[in-house]
Nanobody, 119 residues
């Protein structure tokens, strides 16, 4: 059974930092592309950052230069370091594990962790 468990969310002031973690179990972690998504109230879920099996990364324009995604395959964990946080970064952050099988993506999701940026 696939399980993704996020942690590290919380309340932070603008300009502050948080580090999110997502611990995976029940999957061969190293063969999955990992990603972080977020969803603000009233908005659709949006992609924040991805990291491929080889370590290549991609970021949404809104977080480039502020957020860093990384993975530790030995620990089955993906991280999201968030610096210079802004109120618009507020939302529920979800961990995603994706594997493409026969050309079709198969997604697994965590339960989400709340990030609130406010003074």
């Amino acid at each position: 059974q696939v399980q993704l468990v996020e942690s590290g969310g919380g309340l932070v002031q603008p300009g502050g930092s948080l580090r999110l973690s997502c611990s995976a179990s029940g999957i061969m972690f190293g063969i999955y592309t990992m990603a972080w998504y977020r969803q603000a109230p009233g908005n659709q879920r949006e992609l924040v950052a991805t990291i491929g099996t080889g370590g290549s990364t991609n970021y949404a324009d809104s977080v480039k230069g502020r957020f860093t995604i990384s993975r530790d395959n030995a620990k089955n964990t993906v991280y999201l370091q968030m610096n210079s946080l802004k109120p618009v970064d507020t939302g529920v952050y979800y961990c995603n594990a994706r594997r493409t099988v026969l050309g079709r993506p198969r997604d697994n999701w965590g339960q989400g962790t709340q990030v609130t940026v406010s003074s």
